[in-house]
């Protein structure tokens, strides 16, 4: 057996985790000593009792290990353990290290560039559009985003960088063979497609659970640079993840909100303790030192997407940049008057991922804008 399907079977059994595998492994000297090791060997290890022994020691009637690789295999999904080199380095770091990480999509060496976005998942239209345009800034200049698939925050920054044609890192809180939340099947189906990755360190048919979840939030924060909360109450597990990344001693970055709305509390809160107000991408990739977010995409939350021109008329921003056949079949449908979401879908024909990165891509350039009663127009 190898160190590789060594790490696996470890991270499959219950009651171990990264902590304990980390202590077996130094008394040891490797995974596979540790699943081969005796049960009065194993038990005298620090933290390692009778119980825990017994379940390494057992480990073949516990697991199947054959067809977990061999169904991560047929799914099209690549098994990334510490003993590989295509580990991200970031993660290595950890004082918990997932033992493994189980890749939809693809990772590349631009992702060590990454930057987490967080927030709550019942989210206001403010922190919807604030999430995707820092999303769709960052993404368009460079940085991998890199966030939970949940709903609310989450899943406008993930939309939000794939609108930009940039990288995108989902981490979620459950196995691969088990996508949570199941509406965001398809977004997870469209960054695996090319524009990033869906990420677990949890076997195929893990459930998500109260558990998982905090044990994702460290993986966000250890594979991001800096951190950035968009919007969230004063009781929420984003501001778990941005003080896990303080504490990685990682900058922290918080969306302003009103003072007498629920749903920024926190971070407001995390303002006042000392985080860095931002209020567009350009604040952060300027602490970052990087280039400058192009001028079609340079909106901060709550700005319009037009600007005076020199002789003082309004011009669109992103007038002139090129579009795609799906952009120009979308501007063509919305030719006369706004429409619904439903009618989008079926007058373009396109699936929902593609659409609504489509229209976040066409509402950052200045074409597209939304009207009450959830309506989409041209501007």
Same mark, same amino acid.
């Given at each position: 057996?190898?160190?590789?399907?060594?790490? =696996?079977?470890?991270?499959?059994?219950?009651? #171990?985790?990264? !902590?304990?595998?980390?202590?077996? #492994?130094?008394?040891?000297?490797?995974?596979?000593?540790?699943? +081969?090791?005796?049960? +009065?060997?194993?038990?005298?290890?620090?933290?390692?009792?009778?119980? #825990?022994?017994?379940? &390494?020691?057992?480990?073949?009637?516990?697991?199947?290990?054959?067809?977990? &690789?061999?169904?991560?295999? @047929?799914?099209?999904?690549?098994?990334?353990?510490?003993?590989?080199?295509?580990?991200?380095?970031?993660?290595?770091?950890?004082?918990?290290?997932?033992?493994?990480?189980?890749?939809?999509?693809?990772?590349?060496?631009?992702?060590?560039?990454?930057?987490? #976005?967080?927030?709550?998942?019942? $989210?206001?239209?403010?922190?919807?559009? $604030?999430?995707?345009?820092?999303?769709?800034?960052?993404?368009?200049?460079?940085?991998?985003? =890199?966030?939970? *698939?949940?709903?609310?925050?989450?899943?406008?920054?993930?939309?939000?960088?794939?609108?930009?044609?940039?990288?995108?890192?989902?981490? &979620?809180?459950?196995?691969?063979?088990?996508?949570?939340?199941?509406?965001?099947?398809?977004?997870?189906?469209?960054?695996?497609?090319?524009?990033?990755?869906?990420?677990?360190?949890?076997?195929?048919?893990?459930?998500?659970?109260?558990?998982?979840?905090?044990?994702?939030?460290?993986?966000?924060?250890?594979?991001?640079?800096?951190?950035?909360?968009?919007? $969230?109450?004063?009781?929420?597990?984003?501001? %778990?993840?941005?003080?896990?990344?303080?504490?990685?001693?990682?900058?922290?970055?918080? =969306?302003?909100?009103?003072?007498?709305?629920?749903?920024?509390?926190?971070?407001?809160?995390?303002?006042?303790?000392?985080? %860095?107000? !931002?209020?567009?991408?350009?604040? &952060? *990739?300027?602490?970052? @030192?990087?280039?400058?977010?192009?001028?079609?995409?340079?909106?901060?939350?709550? +700005?319009?997407?037009?600007?005076?021109?020199?002789?003082?008329?309004?011009?669109?921003?992103?007038?002139?940049?090129?579009?795609?056949?799906?952009?120009?079949?979308?501007?063509?449908? *919305?030719?006369?008057?706004?429409?619904?979401?439903?009618?989008?879908?079926?007058?373009?024909?396109?699936?929902?991922?593609?659409?609504?990165?489509?229209? *976040?891509?066409?509402?950052?350039?200045?074409?597209?804008?939304?009207?009450?009663?959830?309506? %989409?127009?041209?501007?």
């Amino acid at each position: 057996m190898t160190d590789r399907e060594s790490y =696996v079977a470890l991270n499959m059994l219950p009651k #171990i985790g990264p !902590v304990r595998v980390r202590r077996l #492994i130094e008394s040891l000297g490797g995974p596979e000593q540790v699943l +081969s090791a005796t049960h +009065s060997r194993l038990q005298v290890v620090d933290g390692i009792g009778p119980e #825990i022994a017994k379940i &390494i020691h057992d480990w073949e009637s516990r697991i199947d290990l054959a067809e977990e &690789i061999r169904e991560a295999n @047929q799914r099209g999904i690549e098994v990334v353990t510490l003993a590989d080199e295509t580990y991200p380095a970031a993660l290595r770091h950890l004082y918990d290290p997932p033992l493994v990480l189980y890749v939809w999509g693809d990772l590349q060496e631009r992702d060590r560039h990454a930057l987490g #976005i967080v927030g709550s998942r019942k $989210c206001s239209h403010y922190g919807t559009q $604030c999430s995707r345009q820092f999303a769709f800034q960052l993404a368009a200049s460079g940085m991998t985003v =890199v966030s939970g *698939l949940a709903r609310g925050i989450d899943t406008h920054a993930h939309e939000g960088a794939i609108a930009a044609k940039g990288r995108t890192i989902a981490v &979620i809180g459950s196995g691969l063979g088990q996508v949570y939340p199941p509406e965001n099947m398809g977004l997870a189906e469209k960054i695996a497609s090319g524009f990033g990755a869906v990420v677990s360190e949890f076997p195929l048919h893990t459930a998500p659970s109260k558990k998982t979840f905090p044990m994702r939030n460290r993986i966000v924060a250890g594979w991001s640079q800096a951190m950035v909360v968009v919007e $969230c109450p004063a009781w929420s597990g984003a501001l %778990i993840t941005a003080n896990l990344a303080g504490e990685m001693g990682k900058p922290v970055y918080a =969306v302003p909100g009103q003072i007498d709305r629920p749903s920024s509390a926190g971070c407001n809160r995390l303002i006042r303790d000392g985080a %860095i107000l !931002v209020t567009g991408g350009q604040d &952060i *990739l300027d602490d970052f @030192q990087m280039l400058p977010v192009a001028d079609s995409i340079q909106v901060g939350c709550g +700005s319009t997407s037009e600007k005076p021109d020199r002789s003082g008329e309004a011009t669109s921003r992103g007038a002139d940049l090129p579009m795609s056949d799906d952009e120009q079949a979308i501007l063509q449908v *919305l030719d006369q008057d706004p429409m619904l979401m439903d009618q989008l879908l079926e007058e373009t024909g396109l699936a929902l991922p593609t659409l609504n990165a489509t229209l *976040l891509k066409l509402e950052m350039t200045g074409r597209l804008r939304q009207f009450p009663g959830g309506r %989409i127009g041209r501007k």
